[in-house]
């Protein structure tokens, strides 16, 4: 009987040694393990032993079985040794070199920084309030001081539609709507008015590299007891160093718009020669940037608020020449030229 | 306008001051000044009086003479001329040798033959005037060698004000006024205008004259004979020339004097023309020639100069052509008057023709200048002309009168308005050096605004501290935050959806934000052969390109599209833009403010592009406001609409817009070989719809369920409309795993997934909601495959 172990060991030895494949392996273990595998069957020709025999010989299997139990384990353990080896070996090496597919979205440069300078200005507690694109003549003009005949009205060479509403040519056809809404919780709970208002105005031009008919603005105001010139100059100031993420230097000289006064023109240093003069600033060191002013009386009045009782400051920033200005666009036109080689190169840079 | 700084020093003594900085603290406090500061006669030196001695015609030239000149340094200096006005015992303006005339030093040099040591000089050479017609003619009395700049203004300092800071200033539209800015600014007097009294003349017959229209606020007279000069006096011409304008007879020099002085236009007529003035309209248009012989138009609200009834001049635009002074004009008529603003400013426009007069007018100027202009005229005239003699009496009729403009206020206003500390003593003096009559209590003010800043400018209290802060220099500010309550700032909610949608569309889909204009582009629309629909139109278009108001952002978005063909394979643009849905019942615009997108492919079948912009969307409402999109098939109304696919997008029951596909013409005419799906949006009806917010469910730790059903059905609809009716809580998500059709048609597989929070589910609560789901959808002929 122990030749029979000794055969079917010899035979189990060598079909373990030449196995190459956990699937074989797990074939080789059913054979020889199994229920009806050839160890087990070993144990099923021990009726005919005497009882000493059937000891020793089951002693024997039994050895056999743990002995074969184990080289199998081992020999799995190798197999899969090997095969990750294999795997790790054949993983092709990629090529880095390649160009990335980069492909992405793009927003309009406008988005951009218009969404800049709201970041800026929420951050110092003003409302971002959107308004519409077509006008009346009183928002447009009468709220703001603007009566008709003023020279004003010719300056800005406004797009009358037939319906006898406009195109708005300015940002501040905004503000009397502005304080009529906030104006409650200015008079109430002494609220003051803050907010922006981001918009597209028209300007009946005809259009080259630094004349567009359509363009960007942002204007802002703030209204309520006691703010005075001094906060206006210092708000401009800390304002436009958070656009242009420097410190700016301002300087306010006097302006004339009908729906402020004092009005302002304000300078800042050159960004370009930081003041010394170069072909930029037209070798005066400093760039015209924004109007503004003390709110005119009339134009508080017309938004439902006294002006005796009340002060605020306005200001306007051409969001298109910030956006030139920071992304050194020459050309105006390129802004609404819905081409995308141009415009695709405006990702969230903020 | 040229402003010279020796002008301005007739009436302000700026000795020992930095001229460049007070210019720059102007600018800075009045109005702007351009950059470029013109140093009049800095570029010449070493031109000196001489006398011609001699005078040789030149062998073998016509033109020029050889010259033996006295410059007053002890000898002859010959020189070789050119000059046709050469002649023996005149003096001239000459550059000896070593002298500069810009970037030319002047040396001996041979001319034709001969040796010349110096140049004998025009008014141009030397920049003083534009005529270079002939040498210099000077004065006889003025010693040979003496500096030319010792005879003349030559050396001064001019400067340009942008004509736009001004519009707001009559009074700064002459030098005088900007004498009076220096004055403030330098902490020195105002010196008096110099005039004569008109008085004097009371006892002399008035001139005819009478005003017969509103527009005309104030017209002032004099008559004047024996005028015997007819050139202007050099320095003045020099002042003229370097503020722009130039020389041309004593009269005309002087109203150009007086304008560019005082601010006031003045204008000189022969008296034989002006028998009976009248300043009126007339009822019918007629053309009417100007001085400078054009023709113009003049329809019945042009303010017109007349004689009787024969115009003259059109009332503050430009004087006519046959009441010129002449030659043998004996009597001239001086005007000095003041008209309606608008008027002028509307006719000059209407007859195109803008000039400084109007310019001026157009302004509001000080009614109350006109005599003063005339008195100064008169002053200036008799200096240079003492044979000339007034023949009538000061003729002055005012038809309107600005108010006197009182404001009060004390320093507190002051204080509240400026946030810093001016003291009264500041304001009271700053005040003063303008011109305003300021009487003052302690710290209370009482201030009279003086007529040439209460035409329009200076109102209200508001006005005052702008005159008081400008002098004071906002330079000179002590700046600080304001003082004011904290609170809370929401972002509205259209703003915070707008910048979301924009986000998702760039971040998540790559898609590229452009911008177009809010009009039809009726020519690209024509190319692509899309309809310019009528719409509201711009009334003043200038270009019938841009007319009308855009409808939808659609058209526009195919026009970029069509740009945009060698792009790429496939890309996709938006835009949030306005649009007008014609107008509202009270004929006031419809405007929306739309979500326009437009995909382009070249690799994806319509279908699955369509699919593309369908899920794009989707995720902008699940994202945005957790729910679901669905739609619903509509008519095309528009010309680039495809007729099929065509369909309306609903979220949380609001029809928000529209997806479809583009027409195949309109396709075919933007590129044969690719498909365009496009979808717009009402933004604004979008971010309103209420948020269905997250509603967290713990997951389930018994086993889910999933039950596949295959339906042949063509639309996906009516089954998930059985299994929605099902209401049932244990449906937790419901996906089609597959569609198929084959020739017994469409079929589509949804797998239902089935959980309980709190046990397992039972086989039989499974199966009898899919026997339900089924049993529905079989009552609508729709059966399970197979």
């Known amino acids: ?350 | 306008m040229f402003l010279s700084m020796n002008w301005i020093s007739d009436y302000v003594d700026l000795s020992g001051l930095d001229r460049l900085k007070l210019i720059s603290q102007f600018s800075l406090s009045t109005a702007e000044v351009e950059n470029e500061i013109f140093f009049k006669g800095s570029n010449i030196s070493g031109i000196v009086v001489a006398e011609i001695m001699s005078v040789e015609n030149h062998p073998k030239s016509e033109k020029l003479h050889l010259l033996k000149v006295d410059a007053g340094d002890g000898k002859l200096t010959d020189v070789v001329c050119g000059a046709p006005n050469v002649r023996v015992g005149m003096k001239t303006a000459f550059a000896k040798v070593g002298a500069k005339i810009g970037e030319i030093t002047i040396a001996p040099r041979p001319l034709a033959g001969f040796d010349s040591f110096g140049m004998c000089c025009s008014e141009k050479e030397i920049g003083i005037s534009d005529d270079n017609s002939g040498i210099m003619d000077l004065p006889t009395d003025i010693a040979n060698g003496t500096d030319i700049k010792d005879v003349y203004e030559i050396d001064d300092i001019v400067f340009e004000v942008d004509n736009k800071s001004l519009t707001n200033r009559p009074d700064l539209w002459g030098h005088y006024g900007i004498a009076r800015e220096f004055a403030a600014l330098a902490g020195r007097p105002l010196k008096p205008l110099e005039t004569v009294d008109l008085s004097a003349y009371n006892n002399l017959p008035k001139v005819d004259m009478k005003i017969e229209d509103a527009n005309c606020q104030r017209y002032s007279c004099l008559q004047f004979e024996n005028i015997s000069k007819s050139v202007s006096p050099m320095n003045m011409r020099i002042r003229l020339f370097y503020c722009g304008m130039r020389g041309i007879n004593l009269l005309t020099d002087l109203t150009n004097y007086l304008m560019l002085e005082m601010g006031q236009p003045m204008h000189a007529f022969d008296s034989r023309k002006v028998e009976k003035i009248r300043i009126k309209r007339f009822a019918e248009p007629m053309t009417f020639t100007t001085l400078d012989g054009v023709d113009r138009k003049i329809d019945e609200n042009t303010l017109m100069i007349c004689n009787d009834n024969t115009p003259v001049a059109i009332a503050g635009i430009m004087g006519g052509l046959d009441s010129e002074i002449v030659e043998d004009t004996t009597t001239l008529t001086l005007e000095s008057a003041t008209f309606d603003a608008v008027s002028i400013r509307k006719s000059s426009v209407r007859l195109a023709h803008r000039t400084d007069a109007s310019m001026r007018y157009e302004k509001c100027l000080d009614p109350e200048m006109t005599v003063t202009a005339i008195a100064r005229f008169v002053k200036l005239l008799k200096d240079i002309d003492g044979g000339v003699t007034v023949v009538s009496s000061l003729t002055d009729e005012q038809a309107f009168k600005y108010d006197t403009i009182n404001i009060n206020f004390d320093k507190s206003f002051v204080d509240r308005y400026t946030g810093i500390d001016i003291s009264s003593d500041t304001i009271e003096k700053t005040l003063n050096s303008l011109g305003f009559g300021v009487k003052r209590d302690n710290d209370s003010f009482d201030v009279v605004v003086p007529s040439w800043r209460a035409t329009k400018d200076v109102t209200i209290k508001a006005d005052i501290i702008e005159e008081i802060t400008r002098i004071y220099g906002y330079d000179n500010f002590d700046i600080h935050t304001t003082k004011a309550p904290l609170y809370p700032v929401r972002d509205a909610v259209e703003k915070s959806v707008e910048d979301r949608v924009k986000d998702i569309l760039v971040k998540r889909f790559s898609l590229h934000e452009l911008h177009s204009y809010i009009w039809n582009y009726y020519d690209e629309f024509k190319a692509l052969g899309i309809e310019s629909e009528d719409n509201v139109k711009i009334l003043n278009a200038s270009n019938p390109n841009i007319e009308t108001i855009r409808k939808t952002i659609i058209p526009t978005q195919l026009c970029q599209i069509k740009t945009n063909t060698g792009y790429g394979a496939d890309f996709g643009i938006f835009e949030v833009g306005r649009v007008v849905e014609g107008l509202d019942e009270n004929g006031m615009c419809d405007e929306h403010k739309k979500l326009a997108v437009t995909l382009y492919s070249k690799t994806l079948s319509p279908e699955k592009l369509y699919f593309k912009l369908v899920n794009m969307l989707s995720s902008l409402a699940d994202d945005i406001n957790h729910e679901a999109l669905s739609f619903k098939a509509k008519e095309a109304t528009h010309s680039f609409q495809h007729p099929v696919n065509l369909n309306a997008i609903y979220c949380g029951g609001e029809e928000i817009g529209e997806i479809g596909m583009i027409h195949p013409v309109i396709a075919k005419n933007i590129d044969k070989k690719s498909n365009i799906v496009y979808a717009e949006i009402d933004i604004i009806k979008f971010s309103q719809i209420a948020n269905a917010g997250i509603s967290y469910e713990a997951p389930s730790r018994f086993p889910e369920m999933e039950i596949d059903l295959t339906f042949v059905c063509d639309t996906f609809a009516p089954i998930k409309a059985a299994i929605d009716a099902q209401n049932c809580a244990l449906i937790k998500k419901v996906t089609v795993t597959d569609t198929y059709a084959d020739e017994n048609g469409k079929s589509i597989t949804v797998r239902i997934l089935f959980s309980h929070p709190e046990r397992t589910l039972t086989g039989e609560e499974v199966k009898t909601q899919t026997d339900a789901v089924i049993e529905t959808l079989k009552k609508q002929n729709i059966s399970l495959k197979g």
Not at chain 1, 83 to 102: G, L, N, R
Request: a negative charge.
């Open chain 1, 1 to 350: 009987m122990n030749d029979k172990i000794a055969s079917l060991k010899s035979q189990f030895e060598e079909q373990l040694a030449n196995v190459l494949e956990t699937a074989q392996l797990e074939e080789i273990r059913v054979a020889y393990l199994g229920k009806k595998g050839s160890i087990t069957d070993l144990l099923k020709g021990m009726k005919d032993l005497s009882n000493e025999e059937k000891k020793t010989f089951g002693q024997h299997v039994n050895m056999f079985k743990a002995e074969a139990t184990e080289k199998i384990g081992a020999k799995m353990k190798e197999l899969k040794e090997l095969q990750i080896k294999k795997e790790i070996e054949s993983m092709p090496v990629f090529d880095v070199s390649m160009p990335a597919d980069t492909a992405r979205g793009s927003y309009h440069p406008i988005t951009l920084v218009q969404r800049e300078c709201e970041r800026i200005f929420k951050s110092m507690g003003f409302h971002v309030e959107d308004y519409s694109e077509i006008v009346t003549d009183y928002e447009c003009f009468e709220s703001l001081n603007i009566p008709k005949h003023h020279p004003a009205r010719d300056m800005q060479d406004t797009y009358y539609l037939d319906n006898g509403q406009l195109l708005k040519t300015q940002t501040s056809a905004a503000q009397n709507a502005i304080y009529k809404k906030y104006k409650d919780d200015l008079i109430n709970k002494n609220i003051p008015i803050k907010a922006v208002f981001p918009g597209r105005c028209f300007r009946n031009e005809a259009t080259d590299a630094c004349h567009e008919n359509t363009f960007f603005q942002m204007e802002g105001v703030m209204v309520g007891k006691d703010i005075n010139i001094s906060n206006l100059i210092f708000f401009m100031k800390t304002m436009l160093s958070e656009v242009f993420q420097r410190d700016i230097k301002v300087r306010l000289r006097p302006g004339f718009f009908p729906f402020v006064e004092p009005g302002f023109e304000l300078d800042i240093n050159c960004l370009i020669c930081g003041g010394e003069g170069c072909s930029s600033c037209k070798h005066s060191g400093w760039l015209e940037l924004c109007p503004c002013g003390m709110i005119h009386p009339e134009v508080l009045k017309a938004g439902g608020i006294d002006p005796e009782e009340y002060t605020g400051f306005a200001f306007g920033l051409g969001l298109t020449r910030l956006a030139m200005m920071k992304y050194g666009i020459k050309d105006l036109r390129d802004l609404n030229s819905g081409n995308l080689k141009a415009m695709d190169q405006f990702t969230d840079d903020m």
